[in-house]
């Protein structure tokens, strides 16, 4: 028995043979002349399941039923409080079901399970809960300035959305879509990647299990090319929200202009992490490993350019080389792991190619730079830290997403808050320091939708979330969500009898 069976039987699961879409409550049957896909486990690159491709066809199918669920009103219609009672019930059973979710997505995305469980999954279920708060508290608008009238405005859910989630944390991010559009009444089709379907599709089970209405969510499933091409370009959905990267995004924006369907789009940063003299050493040194190396490095909100200052510089890279290298990189399913196998084997190479075009380009590797030769036959990187001279290189300007690292020494604040700002992306930024100038001026200066002062990684869900310049269109966040998933209605009403023009009698 291989240990991706052994964790499998210990949880007393089965997994589908051929795992297909999920619309109207059901299981799409498994068709013999569908196109399959292998789903393989990152950890040793075994096949665990096949994946059944839904065609143009079987898009459309789903988005119908979308359609008529959000036509029946049964949730489009239901009360706030039905509607907070389904996400709560939801979010316990996803609490109480942390195991077995951890374990399936660490099957399909080699994330570290003990990782997964601990923070990734308490997220989907704290997503849920927090829209749940939200949908009780949120309200519309009342102007009154306007004299013999009354201006209400009122929001209505805008219909089915089209929902796209990448591998790279498939139950953090596709929970808070679900969440960002269902809490307001709509519908939607899901699409996860091809690589992670499973933990989605539980998820979505466990909302059902929790009273959402059998068809509110469909999932289908399927490449982007296929799939993901279909349904971007259906003419019946009403909102794309898509997390992703740039080059899909632009296919999937050329797609949606044919409808006008707004879109949403999360997609990739480059972000800087810097590091001042006058920081706290310790915490700097914990937070950049971290804000690099979560994940196995497969996340968008990577501090991927460290920028040291010239006066810590030697010390700073000699400390986090040495920790980079006592990283524990192995087998995600060891609950000891800290840095796992990339999601899927054309990814671990396209990894392996970067690093090979930054030692081309004159970066001086420190520590990894190859897929280990030790750890079988899954799709490992090991922890690679390069130090750059030139922010120009293709390491500092394009997103690697794996645990790979450069950093950049500066002499001064203004150079350093230039190298950050010298990327087309604009996610997020770090800045290590105790000078209250030098985190104000990076506060006021980086072009980043979220920025952490002497932290790593905390997220807040009240606050807004997304990109500046090419790492996205639009935000996460309550209020963002509700103007994104609704649509708003000004109604004027009399008070009164204000006076009305008199068309068609003529005075004398
Ligand atoms: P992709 O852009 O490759 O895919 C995202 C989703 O779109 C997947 O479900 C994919 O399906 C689908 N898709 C692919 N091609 C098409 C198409 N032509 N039409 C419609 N859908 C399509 O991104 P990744 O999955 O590789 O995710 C990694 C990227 O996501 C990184 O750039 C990362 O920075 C970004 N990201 C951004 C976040 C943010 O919040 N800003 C958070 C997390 C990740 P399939 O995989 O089956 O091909």
Known sequence: ?????????????????????????????????????????????????????????AVANAVACARNSFESGEWSNASTAARQAVFRRAANLIRAHATELALLECLCAGLPSSHLASR????????????????????GETFEQMSGYQTTVTRQPAGVAALFAPWNAPLALASMQIASSLAF????????????????????????????????????????????AALASSFDIDRIAFTGGGATARQVMAAASEHLTPVHFEL??????????????????????????????QICIAGSRILVQRGIAERFMTAFVARTRSLTIG?????????????????????????????????????????????????????????????????????????????????????????????????????????????????????????????????????????????????????QAADFFTEEKATISALGNPPIRKLGQLSD
């Open 1 to 57: 028995m291989t240990t991706v069976d052994q964790a499998i039987a210990d949880q007393g699961l089965t997994l589908p043979e051929v795992i297909t879409g999920y619309v109207g409550g059901e299981s799409v049957p498994v068709e013999s002349n569908a196109n399959q896909h292998a789903v393989t486990f990152p950890g040793t690159g075994e096949q665990i399941a096949s994946l059944q491709e839904d065609d143009a066809a």
């Open 120 to 139: 990734q999954v308490p997220r989907a279920a704290d997503n849920l809960d927090f829209f749940a708060d939200y949908i009780g508290v949120m309200a």
């Open 185 to 228: 009444g709509n519908t939607c089709v899901l699409k996860p990647s091809e690589y992670t379907p499973l933990s989605i599709l539980r998820m979505v089970k466990l909302l059902e299990e929790a009273g959402l209405p059998a068809g509110t969510i469909g999932v289908i499933n399927g490449s982007g090319a296929v799939t993901g």
């Open 268 to 297: 990739g940063g480059k972000s800087a992490n810097i590091v001042f003299d006058d920081a706290n050493f310790e915490r700097a040194l914990d937070g950049s490993l971290v804000n690099i190396f979560s994940n196995s490095g």
């Open 331 to 479: 087998d995600p399913l060891d609950p000891t792991t800290e840095v796992g196998p990339m999601a899927f084997k054309a990814h671990q190479l396209r990894i392996l190619d970067h690093i090979a075009r930054a030692t081309n380009e004159g970066a001086t590797l420190l520590c990894g730079g190859k897929a280990p030769t030790n750890l079988g036959s899954g799709y490992f990187i090991a922890p690679t830290v390069f130090q750059v001279e030139s922010n120009n290189l293709s390491l500092c300007q394009e997103e690697v997403f794996g645990p790979v690292v450069s950093i950049q020494i500066f002499d001064d604040a203004d150079e350093a808050l230039s190298l950050a700002n010298d990327s087309r992306f604009g996610l997020v930024g770090y800045c290590w320091t105790n000078s209250l100038a030098h985190a104000q001026a990076f506060q006021r200066q980086v072009d980043a939708g979220t920025l952490w002062i002497n932290t790593p990684l905390a997220r807040d869900l009240r606050a807004p979330f997304g990109g500046f310049k090419e790492s996205g269109i639009g935000r996460d966040g309550p209020r």
